[in-house]
């Protein structure tokens, strides 16, 4: 019995392994195109973030606005114009692919380069998870290990790839981790969206996969995915991952072993850069594996072979899967990680309790997740790319529902984390709606050219409309957050300098603590009361900034028990004898702030889910007299007193 698979955009082609092959591209050619393309990615993203650092326009003004709008409708007339050209078809394959990785490079690169061309911060500056990412920077911009962010001696528990490769990039440029954080993060950008492109062209025409990889591009942006951007890789090659899968566990012959390879490997990286999506990008091989053995039972297939095949197949994916977690996971399961409590999962935004309605939206992208809407319902039955798409979006509802009932207990799943992945699935579904409207038009009205010329107007307004809304509308916050920051190394000559501001003393905290304690960052253990001092340069913490990305192993709340102990010290020697006694490294170097009350405070943050902010800062007061002792060295900066504890052993 032959089945047939709808091609992506209408008309059917017959199931792979019979007159067709598992995928579009070999694997040496898939592979070709995933280096050369991330090879060409990273040195055009560099260069074009180097013409943009060049234009020194003060912010203030529209004229990056102005200017990012021009580049992008450019690039977009230039792209959308190709894919109509009849005569483009002909062009060399070199021509062809170094002119799409071009284009999605460009698109991806500049639209965050140039609104961020005045400032060298990334989206969000060095504030909020910015705090947590450029600490994770310098922290593996000093060491090729893979330590923990912030406590000195334990196993990572917040999967360091990312920020590993993040270091080598760092090292390679001779630039500290935070000064690295920016261009580290575009360039990351602007090889998700080539990578994209070469997934997709294992599973559908070349035209198609760059339409989708653009349309993934524009729609990442929409929903400011780039600014957690160690997680918009593995968001943005889903769906052409999953799509393979579903191909793969379908095929009833013999799967050529490199498909299985390619499907782990994806789900290694994501296990080793974000912990959450390997466990939706799990779910969703499983689900469609399920799916496919329903299916085949109801063919009539026998169960057991099915279940076999189906089963080897999913080991060989779930073996390279583990090979790569264990990288960043094993030694913190070693260590015994795995049992410890931990509220990484304690956060529920406003986002995070609506279900994510993209298509309501009245402008370009609303309406083209609308049209994706609507296709995937249409065309699910008959073509395989609506089919796995659907069931990508109907997951993340499915999270959505599970997230919310896991408040019950007491916890989520951080489902607000998946609206850029239905942002995404939306998207591209609208696309491949839009790619089919305009292939059956001419066979309605007979006349192929109008139908082109209207179609590639259309699409360019369209796309310039999005574009202009996130440069007008999503980035715009993150990118004036980014503007208004503090330097560490000099300050922004573009903002009045504030010294009720902490940022404004994190130079002369740092050369304080390195005279005072004559060592290295990475021999000091700091218990900082700014809570960005340990972006900035990699002293090691006592106490992590929030709960929420500490380390299990940490032992976070008897950390803050031990901070509020030393408080109650009856004297120098008493606390100097706590320290010594102290179960964990005791800091070395104490960064308080003055109080008005004349005590020496230290914040101490406690976990208040399911508040919006789910955060409670307390004040410990250390008297000034407890750090009198000759073995404490002090010195005063700005609102902050900076305490060093001479007698401290060297960190090993």
Known sequence: MTSTLARPGGDTATEPGKHQPLTRLGPGRTLAELVLGIVAAVVLSLVLQFGANRLRIDPG?????????????????????????????????????????????????????????????????????????????????????????????????????????????????????????????????????????????????RRMALLASVATV?????????????????????????????????????????????????????????????????????????????????????????????????????????????????????????????????????ISAYFPMPFTSVNAFGV????????????????????????????????????????????????????????????????????????????LTGRARPVRTVAFVLAVLGAVSVSQTIVSSSLKDVVDTAESDYYPDGWNANFEHDPKQDGYWTPQLVSTIAQLTGRPPTGNIVLSAHDRL???????????????????????????DEIRSWATARGSADLLARLRANPHEAPNVFVLRRGNDGKLLAPITSDTFPRAVPLRVDEVGFAPELFASPEFQRRDVGPFTVIVNTSASPIS
């Open 61 to 205: 003004t529209y004229v990056p606005d102005a200017l990012v709008n021009l580049a992008v409708a450019a690039i977009l007339v230039l792209l959308f114009g190709a894919l109509v050209y009849p005569r483009a078809a002909r062009w060399p394959l070199w021509v062809r692919l170094g002119g799409s990785w071009a284009a999605l490079t460009a698109l991806s690169t500049l639209l965050l380069a140039i609104p961020l061309q005045g400032t060298r911060f990334f989206l969000g500056g060095s504030s909020v998870d910015n705090t947590f990412r450029l600490q994770y920077m310098e922290r593996l911009t000093t060491s090729a290990g893979l330590p923990d962010v912030n406590y000195h001696g334990l196993a990572a528990y917040y999967p360091g790839g990312w920020f590993w490769l993040g270091g080598r990039f760092a090292n390679l440029l001779g630039l500290e981790g935070w000064a690295a954080y920016k261009p580290y993060s575009i360039t990351w950008a602007a090889v998700s969206g080539v990578v994209a492109f070469v997934l997709w062209s294992l599973v559908v025409r």
């Open 218 to 350: 524009l729609a990442g942006f929409v929903a400011v995915a780039p600014e957690e951007p160690y997680a918009w890789p593995t968001t943005a090659w889903l769906a052409p991952i999953m799509l393979l899968a579903w191909r793969v566990l379908r095929f009833r012959g013999r799967v050529p072993a490199w498909t299985l390879v390619l499907i782990g490997v994806y789900l290694g990286f994501s296990a080793v850069t974000y912990t959450l999506h390997v466990a939706f990008g799990v779910a969703a091989v499983v689900l469609l594996a399920l799916i496919t053995l329903v299916l085949a039972i109801r063919a009539g297939e026998p169960a057991g072979p099915v279940l076999r095949r189906l089963l080897l197949r999913l080991v060989v994916i779930g073996a390279v899967t583990a090979a790569l977690a264990l990288i960043t996971w094993g030694p913190f399961i070693l260590a015994g990680g795995l049992g410890k409590p931990n509220v990484a999962a304690h956060f529920l935004p406003e």
């Open 368 to 443: 083209l997740c609308l049209a994706g809407l609507v296709w995937l319902l249409l065309r699910a039955r008959r073509d395989p790319v609506a089919f796995v798409l659907l069931v990508l979006a109907a997951l993340v509802y499915a999270w959505f529902a599970l997230s919310n009932l896991a408040l019950l207990v007491r916890t989520t799943l951080l489902s607000f984390r998946f609206i850029v992945t239905v942002d995404v699935v939306l998207a591209v579904a609208g696309v491949f709606a839009l790619a089919e409207l305009v292939r059956a038009l001419p066979k």
């Open 534 to 560: 340990l972006s900035f340069e990699p002293y090691w913490g006592f106490q992590q900034t929030t709960p929420h990305y500490a380390n299990p192993l940490g032992a976070y709340a008897q950390r803050n």
